[in-house]
């Protein structure tokens, strides 16, 4: 048998028909009496009230419910029909409030967090490439436009052995760089070191890879130097080696001017002098002309007008026959460029420890190049 409302209102027991006519009149009265101000005591209450009246273990409603066993079918289902009717009107009312609550606090939040756009802005800081890096990729893209490859540093490892650092580049046992006051050795070994060349590249790669061989190696060296203007204990190098058939002297000296104009963005005065190296022979040192005084000698170039940025060479036949290649077939050459003289000619620096003193002064002038 179906029922309207209105007939099981009529049919449905008073004494529990008054009793759920009151618990929604009670119920609508709190919710009309909770006042505004903090949000969280307003929903606290509004909790607390859902809970009193229609809660599902001890709410008022449900009390009602229990009650409904023992009436008799047709009462039960007018009594049921009517709290089903008062349970979603309260439902409603206390979503209604719940609702207008939330978009209370919404408002208030944007009154209270309003941003006034005309206002300045804060200046956020924004870091830079460090010099040294930006050398060392500029420099590194210059070879690779020359088919030179970069090589990894776990190919030329900072932590090394006597005999990559010194015997297969064919320094004699009593060369003076084997000397405690220039390398440093480690506890790990009687032969282990810090390197002081990125040199050893030449000889890791040359026993993997037979020619054609063509790479650069960057990487930081260490030397027991006394710290200056000039030098320090912990500085960067780029080694290159190119080992192929018919490799001259001339391709080297092309090849470092070729570096030297599209690293300073146009011809600069060069020079090679004579010089000495184990794993080189015939060796070299390039210089270019001071960019402080152009020429004209200061307190960086020694009063010379000229600055040593590397050493190079033709790379000895007892180093290309330690690295397993034949020195009657191949020849090659090398070189050596420290990072920092590059990067203070480039940048007119004339101290290099404002590279690691981490200065901001200093720093930032290198963001926006």
């Known amino acids: 048998m179906i029922y309207s409302l209105m007939d099981v209102t009529q049919q449905a027991s008073p004494p529990l028909t008054d009793a759920l006519e009151s618990l929604r009149a009670d119920a609508q009265k709190a919710i009309s009496e909770i006042k505004d101000g903090d949000a969280e005591q307003q929903s606290a209450q509004l909790e607390t009230i859902r809970v009193e009246f229609l809660g599902r273990k001890e709410g ?80 590194q893209a210059i070879f690779a436009g020359m088919g030179f490859q970069t090589l990894d540093d776990d190919v030329c490892p900072e932590l090394e052995t006597d005999y990559y650092n010194f ?87 092309g090849i470092l001017r070729e570096f030297v104009t599209q690293f300073f963005n146009g011809e600069r005065p060069t020079r090679f002098r004579s010089s000495f190296f184990p794993f080189t022979e015939p060796s070299a040192e390039m210089d270019v002309q001071c960019i402080l005084c152009s020429g004209k000698g200061c307190s960086t170039c020694g009063h010379s007008g000229w600055l040593e940025i590397m050493g190079a060479g033709m790379v000895d036949p007892n180093v290309l026959t330690n690295g397993n290649i034949d020195p009657e077939h191949y020849t090659g050459f090398a070189f050596g460029m420290g990072i920092e003289r590059l990067a203070m000619l480039k940048y007119a620096i004339n101290d290099i420890r404002l590279f690691f003193d981490n200065d901001l002064r200093f720093l930032t002038q290198f963001e926006r190049l």
């Open 60 to 139: 008022r409603l449900t009390a009602i419910m229990k009650s409904l066993k023992d009436l008799p079918p047709a009462e039960k289902a007018a009594i049921g029909a009517l709290a089903n009717t008062i349970r979603e009107d309260l439902e409603r009312d206390l979503n209604a409030r719940r609702d207008a609550l939330k978009l209370s606090i919404l408002n208030q939040k944007l009154a209270s967090e309003a941003i006034d756009v005309t206002m300045p802005g804060t200046a956020r800081v924004v870091g830079g490439v460090h010099p040294l890096t930006r050398v060392t990729l500029e420099i």
């Open 167 to 253: 015997d297969a580049l064919n320094f004699p046992p009593d060369h003076p760089a084997r000397d405690m006051q220039d390398t440093y050795y480690t506890d790990l070994g009687s032969n282990v070191l810090l390197r002081s060349q990125t040199s050893n590249a030449q000889i890791r790669h040359m026993e993997k890879q037979k020619p054609p061989v063509r790479i650069i190696s960057p990487g930081r060296v260490y030397r027991n130097e006394e710290i200056n203007s000039r030098k320090f204990v912990l500085f960067h190098q780029m080694e290159g080696l190119l080992v192929d058939e018919g490799i001259r002297f001339s391709d080297l000296k």
